[in-house]
């Protein structure tokens, strides 16, 4: 089982930048496709993009399309999250999750690990 540790969040301006970083425990990092997802205040938890385990496909969600970019380093056992031209309505939770295959997975059910989640307020 994969532990993944987020970092990154923090209290941020309408306009501004922030890169997620998520860290993986297992040196097979390569063998899980990723996903970052986000949970605001009374909603439910939404796929903010994915990513497959070669690194080749994407996905992003179209929210936050044109803004998000979500990458991976093999080599460091960690996923990115760059988020640029941030809004109010981006604040939520930020989770970062592992699933065993080999594309980019959209459905939070098809992730078993999940990380603890890091905070990010845009404010206006």
């Known amino acids: 089982q994969v532990q993944l540790v987020e970092s990154g969040g923090g209290l941020v301006q309408a306009g501004d930048s922030l890169r997620l970083s998520c860290a993986a425990s297992?040196?097979?990092?390569?063998?899980?496709?990723m996903g970052w997802f986000r949970q605001a205040p009374g909603k439910e938890r939404e796929i903010v993009a994915a990513?497959?385990?070669?690194?080749?496909?994407?996905y992003v969600a179209d929210a936050v399309k044109g803004r998000f970019t979500i990458s991976r380093g093999n080599a460091k056992n960690t996923v990115y999250l760059q988020m640029n031209d941030l809004k109010p309505e981006d604040t939520a939770v930020y989770y970062c999750?592992?699933?065993?295959?080999?594309?980019?997975?959209?459905?939070?059910?098809?992730?078993?690990?999940w990380g603890q989640g890091t905070q990010v307020t845009v404010s206006s």
């Open positions: 999750a592992a699933t065993r295959g080999s594309r980019s997975y959209t459905n939070l059910n098809e992730y078993s690990m």
């Open positions: 990513i497959s385990r070669s690194g080749d496909t994407t």
């Open positions: 297992e040196r097979t990092f390569s063998n899980y496709a």
